[in-house]
């Protein structure tokens, strides 16, 4: 079975670039079935799709967040990278990495089956 999990910092200042790592395991990011996304919420809000990577590498980002977004992948670790630069505290909230098949869009977080358990990301000088 598929696990996911999140790791990076908890605490982010203002301006400054969010890096998050989701770990793979159970299944391959190449794997041409799915793509891997993150999605986020933050508080008082619904779930959030901020991006994903396919299996071929390639990246998409939600628009209003693309200016600012990354999502990069390493192979051999099985692992996929976040990286949202000048955050906000309106970008503070959980962040959550999720598989979705190949066969959906990608854009909306119902359609993702797999996830991990969420990081809390808070921003704050």
């Known amino acids: 079975q598929v696990q996911l999990q999140e790791s990076g910092p908890g605490l982010v200042k203002p301006s400054e670039t969010l890096s998050l790592t989701c770990t793979v395991s159970?299944?391959?990011?190449?794997?041409?079935?799915?793509?891997w996304g993150w999605i986020r919420q933050s508080p008082g809000k619904g779930l959030e799709w901020v991006g994903n990577?396919?299996?071929?590498?390639?990246?998409s980002y939600s628009p209003s967040l693309k200016d600012r977004s990354s999502i990069s992948r390493d192979t051999s670790k099985n692992q996929f990278t976040l990286q949202l630069s000048n955050v906000t505290p309106e970008d503070a909230g959980v962040y959550y990495c999720?598989?979705?098949?190949?066969?959906?869009?990608?854009?909306?977080?119902?359609?993702?089956?797999?996830w991990g358990q969420g990081t809390q990301v808070t921003v704050s000088s």
């Open positions: 999720a598989r979705v098949g190949t066969y959906y869009s990608g854009l909306g977080p119902g359609e993702y089956d797999y």
């Open positions: 990577v396919a299996y071929s590498g390639s990246a």
């Open positions: 159970g299944g391959s990011i190449t794997s041409d079935y799915y793509h």
